[in-house]
């Protein structure tokens, strides 16, 4: 036993140094590489380069940065460039311009992928009609700043010739410098797009789920419909529910609707589904109606979408108004025109 014993202690001492050896490399690498991230940063023409092709590699966009103030990489990754041009690719004529973009990240927040940043502010970004949409963007601002209700990603800008505003809330960690910035499970938005606006409460219920509460949506001062909608993606499909009021004459919608997706990206090849109701007013969506103003004022942005060849909805309400006059229950197609409910085209029940 006891040469057993002396024996294992020099194998012991080994093994200790022989670990404390590899920590000391290991220790002495990473001060090594964190030593020369820290020095990396700058605003030389290279590190110009290199935002210029990430942005290409990245948008599908060619881009040529005028000025690049800062671009560090430890312990913050910092980007700070002004006067940036996009290009559609292998062409020379600007689409997009940004006069400034300032992006600030924790070095170890981006390797642990935490989603949380420490500055955003974009500004000056103008993208000509048929760019990202139909009608010309101009976004003065896009920024996230600290209100007395608590921080809140807030952006400003036109569509068009109509003005629009989003404020969405975040979370908040830290003081000072080290401030984090980062979006809850639980986060207020609310959106104005000319006379129309929309307001709700997000709830993360998993990976997969989302509940928007308390919504409302308004035409001025008026407020059009109020509900609250529970989005679930089951594999390439997003299954839609939830309850509308329509406020102008009280049409009451339970959607049982899924959104079908086109591959990884959310881009909606079909639209299927049901819409129930108990009772539903024609009146509520015909001409000169809160909602026909609210599809005005969306189509005015985004165009009238043809969705002949996407949608297959149905209708099923229990009592059908036409005006003031009941024609009993209906269940059949709901038709549309572009994105809209023709009222106009559904037929009376047998």
Not at 118 to 140: C, H, Q
Not at 235 to 260: A, R
Request: hydrophobic share 35%; proline share 2%; aromatic share 10%.
């Amino acid at each position: 036993m006891s040469e057993a014993t002396v024996d294992e202690k020099p194998q012991r001492r080994r093994w200790l140094g022989t670990t404390f050896k590899v920590l000391f490399c290991v220790l002495a690498g990473l001060i090594l590489i964190f030593a020369v991230l820290a020095n990396l940063g700058g605003s030389s023409d290279a590190l110009k380069k290199s935002i210029e092709e990430f942005v290409a590699e990245n948008t599908g966009y060619d881009a040529k940065v005028g000025k690049l103030n800062n671009m560090n990489f430890f312990h913050d990754i910092v980007l700070d460039f002004e006067n940036t041009e996009f290009f559609r690719r292998g062409q020379i004529d600007v689409v997009m311009t940004a006069q400034k973009i300032q992006l600030a990240f924790g070095f170890w927040d981006v390797m642990a992928r935490t989603g949380k940043i420490k500055k955003m502010n974009i500004e000056g970004f103008r993208a000509l009609p048929e760019t990202l949409m139909d009608k010309s963007v101009r976004v003065d601002s896009l920024a996230i700043v600290d209100t007395e209700s608590g921080p809140r990603m807030e952006s400003v800008g036109l569509i068009g010739d109509r003005s629009f505003s989003v404020s969405y809330s975040m979370e908040s960690s830290g003081l000072g410098g080290g401030k984090k910035y980062s979006f809850g499970r639980e986060r207020d938005l609310s959106i104005t797009f000319g006379d129309a606006s929309f307001a709700g409460h997000m709830k993360e219920t998993d990976k997969k789920g989302m509940i928007f509460e308390n919504i409302e949506v308004k035409i001025g001062e008026k407020q059009l419909a109020t509900g609250d909608i529970v989005m679930t993606r089951e594999d390439n499909n997003v299954k839609t529910t939830g309850n509308i009021i329509m406020k102008e004459h009280g049409t009451d919608i339970k959607p049982d609707i899924s959104l079908h997706l086109k591959g990884q990206r959310f881009g909606v090849s079909k639209i299927d589904g049901t819409l129930n109701s108990t009772q539903f007013h024609t009146d509520d969506f015909s001409t000169g109606s809160g909602y026909d103003s609210f599809m005005n004022v969306v189509e005015s942005a985004f165009g009238a979408a043809d969705a002949s060849g996407t949608a297959g909805l149905e209708l099923d309400a229990g009592t059908f108004y036409r005006g003031k006059v009941s024609e009993g229950g209906y269940k059949g197609p709901l038709p549309l025109k572009g994105w809209r409910i023709d009222v106009g085209a559904i037929k009376k029940t047998p």
